[in-house]
């Protein structure tokens, strides 16, 4: 057998895959995303997903083996963070637009993490992309946003309530809809930050 046969399945598949272009593949995504959001990650089938996109099943399975590894694969491609670029002189007034920022998608990315709250338990590669794709590139924004507060002489390096900066903003996004069955919309978060998370800084917030 020749090295090029040997080659061949791979040649195939890597020739097969080249097809899909990057807007072909955000469809995917975007669709096998909008389903865990409306109808839970269990529901979502790999037939499904490639009903609402009008293609073969066998697209995606050549792509992606497996559901779980499709999801983890539309996870990493949406890796982002809507807190860079913040920077308005003063670490109350950051952390206001940081709550503006943060309501723009609370919503939606709630709502995914509520649809894969039970599944990201029983499968370490899928809590790690949710991770990866929602949660830490947030908070590392945010926490680069508190290291300029401090820089600026705003409030001490060694404040107690630094650490729990991150959790207080994230947290209420989680638990609003269980407390009041509402999302946490810009509106809510700059209220929340102003009432909650600038005391605990020991900051105020006076509108110019």
Avoid at 97 to 112: C, D, I, Q
Avoid at 138 to 165: C, F, K, N, S, T
Wanted: net charge neutral; with cysteine.
């Amino acid at each position: 057998m020749t090295s090029q046969a040997a080659d061949g399945p791979e040649r195939v598949s890597a020739t097969r895959r080249s097809k899909i272009t990057p807007e072909r593949e955000r469809e995917f995504f975007d669709a096998v995303l909008d389903q865990v959001r409306e109808c839970g990650y269990e529901a979502v089938t790999m037939e499904g997903v490639a009903a609402t996109t009008r293609c073969s099943k066998s697209t995606l399975y050549r792509q992606w083996k497996t559901k779980p590894q499709f999801v983890v694969a539309a996870l990493r491609a949406r890796r982002q963070t809507r807190l860079t670029g913040i920077d308005t002189g003063s670490l109350a007034g950051d952390l206001r637009e940081a709550a503006r920022a943060t309501g723009r998608w609370s919503a939606n990315e709630t709502k995914l993490l509520q649809a894969l709250g039970h599944a990201v338990t029983g499968d370490e590669e899928l809590a790690r992309a949710l991770r990866e794709a929602l949660i830490d590139p947030e908070i590392a924004a945010l926490r680069e946003i508190l290291r300029r507060g401090v820089e600026r002489g705003e409030i001490a390096g060694d404040h107690p309530a630094l650490e729990y900066i991150p959790v207080q903003m994230f947290g209420v996004i989680r638990a609003r809809p269980v407390i009041d069955g509402q999302y946490a919309d810009q509106e809510y978060l700059v209220r929340f930050v102003e009432a909650a998370v600038l005391p605990a800084l020991g900051l105020t917030w006076k509108a110019t």
